[in-house]
C-alpha cells in the first residue's frame, strides 16, 4: 500500500492523501488552501491541479473520502472528475448542501433587486448557476451514517481497500477519522481533531477499540507549534456566562456550524438570562441547530436546541438578550446597534482570532474585523477545533504505531519530534 501526501504536508489546510494498492485507491479529503497558504490560484489552476492528480496513478477503483466539511479539507470536490465517487458524512452533506442553498437563494435575491439591464444582472445569473451546478455534483456524493452511542462503524470498500470512518470531535459540524486497510497493513488518519470539546470524552476509547495493531499513523499537527494547553468547550462557556450577567445586551459571534461551540452559548445563556434569540435571517444558524436537534438530540441531550426569533430590524427585547450572530448578519446588527446603549451592549467574539489579526486574512474577508470594531466592548472567548500539544502525545502513544508516523495539517517549522513521546516513536516520524 502505498501512500502519498499531494498537499498538507508542511502548511495548514489544503489537504490531499492518495492512498493506493495495485488496482485501487482512495483519497482523502481534496482541500482548497487557506487565504495566506500558498501563492492564491484560480478556479481554472486548482481544476488543473486535481485533473493531474486523477491522470496519474490511475487504478480500477477509486474513490474521494471527506473527513468533515471545512473548505481547507472539501474545497477541491468540484474539480474531481464525475465518474469518481465522492463520500462523506450524512449529516456533513446535509449541512454542505445546504451551504450552497442558501448561498445560491441569497443571490438570488440580490438578482430581485437589479434591473435586468444592469451589467450586473448576467454576473448574478452566472453566479446563481455556479452554485446550481456544486449543488447538482454535491447532491450525487455518497454517505455513510453516524453510528450512534455504542455502534460499530461500517467498512467502505474501494476495490481491494476497506475504509471505515469513526466519528471525532472538531469544530464543524461533524468530523471524521479513518481506519484504512489493503495489503495486510492498517493506516489511520485522523483529520481534523481535539480532545477538549464535549464530544471528546469518547476520543480514547474509539482508538483504544479500533485504532489496534497500526501500521501507519497520519496525524494533524496544527497546534504543534503553540504550547499552551486548550481552554475546554465548558470552561468557554462559563465564562461566556459571566459576561452575560454581566452586560444587558450580548451578541456573540460564532460559526453557524459548530455545533459544540453553539452548546456553550446556549448553556451559558440559559444560566445567565433564560435563554438565547437567534435572528429570523439566521438561516443556516437556525437550520444547523434544528437539523442537529432531529438528528442528534435523542442521542445527546445537550444536542437539544429550542429555537426562538428576533427580528434584528425590529424591536429588541427590553430587558436585554443574548443573540448568537455570523458575520453575514453585520448589516442587520449594526442596525440593532443604533437603538442599543454601547455602554450596556458587547461583543463576544467566539471565532478565530487570525480572521481580524492576520492582515491575510482581512485583505481576503474584511468582515470580522469590522464586526468588532461595530462595539465598544468586545471580548474574546475562543478555544481551538484542533488538538493541543499533550492531546496529540496521548493520541501518539495510545496508538503507537508500528512503522511510521506522518504529521499533516501543521505549520512548516514545527515537528512530531518536539512531542512528549519516546526516542522509539520519535524515530517512526517521517518529515
Ligand atoms: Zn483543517
Ligand atoms: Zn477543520
Same mark, same amino acid.
Given at each position: 500500500?502505498?501512500?502519498?501526501?499531494?498537499?498538507?504536508?508542511?502548511?495548514?489546510?489544503?489537504?490531499?492523501?492518495?492512498?493506493?494498492?495495485?488496482?485501487?485507491?482512495?483519497?482523502?479529503?481534496?482541500?482548497?488552501?487557506?487565504?495566506?497558504?500558498?501563492?492564491?490560484?484560480?478556479?481554472?489552476?486548482?481544476?488543473?491541479?486535481?485533473?493531474?492528480?486523477?491522470?496519474?496513478?490511475?487504478?480500477?477503483?477509486?474513490?474521494?473520502?471527506?473527513?468533515?466539511?471545512?473548505?481547507?479539507?472539501?474545497?477541491?470536490?468540484?474539480?474531481?472528475?464525475?465518474?469518481?465517487?465522492?463520500?462523506?458524512?450524512?449529516?456533513?452533506?446535509?449541512?454542505?448542501?445546504?451551504?450552497?442553498?442558501?448561498?445560491?437563494?441569497?443571490?438570488?435575491?440580490?438578482?430581485?433587486?437589479?434591473?435586468?439591464?444592469?451589467?450586473?444582472?448576467?454576473?448574478?445569473?452566472?453566479?446563481?448557476?455556479?452554485?446550481?451546478?456544486?449543488?447538482?455534483?454535491?447532491?450525487?456524493?455518497?454517505?455513510?451514517?453516524?453510528?450512534?452511542?455504542?455502534?460499530?462503524?461500517?467498512?467502505?470498500?474501494?476495490?481491494?481497500?476497506?475504509?471505515?470512518?469513526?466519528?471525532?470531535?472538531?469544530?464543524?459540524?461533524?468530523?471524521?477519522?479513518?481506519?484504512?486497510?489493503?495489503?495486510?497493513?492498517?493506516?489511520?488518519?485522523?483529520?481534523?481533531?481535539?480532545?477538549?470539546?464535549?464530544?471528546?470524552?469518547?476520543?480514547?476509547?474509539?482508538?483504544?477499540?479500533?485504532?489496534?495493531?497500526?501500521?501507519?499513523?497520519?496525524?494533524?499537527?496544527?497546534?504543534?507549534?503553540?504550547?499552551?494547553?486548550?481552554?475546554?468547550?465548558? @470552561?468557554?462557556?462559563? +465564562?461566556?456566562?459571566?459576561?452575560?450577567?454581566? /452586560?444587558? %445586551? $450580548?451578541?456573540?459571534?460564532?460559526? *453557524?456550524?459548530?455545533?459544540?461551540?453553539?452548546?456553550?452559548?446556549?448553556?451559558?445563556?440559559?444560566?445567565?438570562?433564560?435563554?438565547?434569540?437567534?435572528?429570523?435571517?439566521?438561516?443556516?444558524?437556525?437550520?444547523?441547530?434544528?437539523?442537529?436537534?432531529?438528528?442528534?438530540?435523542?442521542?445527546?441531550?445537550?444536542?437539544?436546541?429550542?429555537?426562538?426569533?428576533?427580528?434584528?430590524?425590529?424591536?429588541?427585547?427590553?430587558?436585554?438578550?443574548?443573540?448568537?450572530?455570523?458575520?453575514?448578519?453585520?448589516?442587520?446588527?449594526?442596525?440593532?446597534?443604533?437603538?442599543?446603549?454601547?455602554?450596556?451592549?458587547?461583543?463576544?467574539?467566539?471565532?478565530?482570532?487570525?480572521?481580524?489579526?492576520?492582515?491575510?486574512?482581512? @485583505?481576503?474577508?474584511? +468582515?470580522?474585523?469590522?464586526?468588532?470594531?461595530? /462595539?465598544? %466592548? $468586545?471580548?474574546?472567548?475562543?478555544? *481551538?477545533?484542533?488538538?493541543?500539544?499533550?492531546?496529540?502525545?496521548?493520541?501518539?502513544?495510545?496508538?503507537?504505531?508500528?512503522?511510521?508516523?506522518?504529521?499533516?495539517?501543521?505549520?512548516?517549522?514545527?515537528?512530531?519530534?518536539?512531542?512528549?513521546?519516546?526516542?522509539?516513536?520519535?524515530?517512526?516520524?517521517?518529515?
Amino acid at each position: 500500500m502505498d501512500i502519498k501526501n499531494h498537499r498538507g504536508l508542511n502548511q495548514i489546510g489544503g489537504c490531499i492523501t492518495e492512498i493506493s494498492t495495485a488496482t485501487s485507491r482512495v483519497f482523502i479529503d481534496m482541500g482548497q488552501n487557506l487565504p495566506g497558504v500558498g501563492e492564491p490560484t484560480t478556479p481554472e489552476q486548482d481544476k488543473a491541479m486535481v485533473e493531474g492528480i486523477f491522470a496519474q496513478n490511475r487504478k480500477e477503483h477509486e474513490a474521494v473520502f471527506y473527513s468533515h466539511t471545512h473548505e481547507d479539507h472539501i474545497g477541491l470536490f468540484w474539480a474531481v472528475p464525475d465518474n469518481v465517487p465522492q463520500y462523506l458524512g450524512e449529516a456533513s452533506k446535509a449541512i454542505f448542501i445546504k451551504k450552497h442553498m442558501l448561498i445560491k437563494r441569497a443571490l438570488q435575491e440580490k438578482k430581485e433587486h437589479l434591473e435586468k439591464s444592469s451589467p450586473l444582472y448576467d454576473l448574478m445569473n452566472e453566479k446563481i448557476q455556479h452554485q446550481v451546478a456544486l449543488i447538482k455534483k454535491i447532491d450525487q456524493m455518497r454517505t455513510w451514517q453516524r453510528p450512534m452511542t455504542k455502534r460499530s462503524p461500517k467498512p467502505l470498500q474501494v476495490g481491494d481497500i476497506s475504509i471505515t470512518p469513526y466519528y471525532c470531535c472538531h469544530s464543524s459540524f461533524e468530523g471524521y477519522m479513518f481506519l484504512i486497510e489493503a495489503d495486510d497493513k492498517r493506516i489511520w488518519h485522523t483529520g481534523d481533531f481535539r480532545g477538549h470539546g464535549y464530544l471528546s470524552k469518547g476520543l480514547y476509547k474509539t482508538l483504544e477499540t479500533y485504532a489496534r495493531d497500526i501500521d501507519t499513523l497520519i496525524i494533524e499537527g496544527t497546534m504543534l507549534g503553540r504550547d499552551e494547553q486548550c481552554y475546554t468547550e465548558a @470552561a468557554i462557556s462559563k +465564562r461566556m456566562q459571566f459576561v452575560m450577567q454581566a /452586560f444587558k %445586551n $450580548v451578541f456573540v459571534l460564532v460559526s *453557524s456550524t459548530d455545533m459544540e461551540r453553539l452548546v456553550s452559548v446556549k448553556d451559558a445563556a440559559m444560566k445567565a438570562k433564560g435563554g438565547y434569540r437567534l435572528d429570523k435571517r439566521a438561516w443556516y444558524m437556525s437550520w444547523a441547530m434544528t437539523y442537529a436537534t432531529h438528528q442528534f438530540g435523542k442521542h445527546y441531550r445537550m444536542m437539544n436546541f429550542d429555537v426562538k426569533y428576533v427580528d434584528l430590524m425590529g424591536k429588541l427585547p427590553s430587558t436585554g438578550f443574548v443573540i448568537p450572530v455570523n458575520v453575514s448578519l453585520m448589516e442587520r446588527v449594526q442596525s440593532a446597534l443604533q437603538r442599543l446603549d454601547p455602554s450596556e451592549t458587547i461583543l463576544i467574539y467566539s471565532s478565530w482570532d487570525g480572521y481580524y489579526k492576520d492582515p491575510e486574512q482581512v @485583505a481576503v474577508n474584511p +468582515r470580522y474585523k469590522q464586526f468588532r470594531e461595530m /462595539f465598544d %466592548n $468586545v471580548v474574546d472567548i475562543h478555544t *481551538s477545533g484542533h488538538a493541543d500539544r499533550e492531546t496529540l502525545s496521548r493520541v501518539i502513544n495510545t496508538i503507537h504505531p508500528k512503522e511510521s508516523i506522518i504529521g499533516i495539517h501543521k505549520e512548516p517549522d514545527t515537528s512530531l519530534k518536539s512531542l512528549d513521546i519516546s526516542d522509539e516513536l520519535k524515530e517512526k516520524v517521517k518529515e
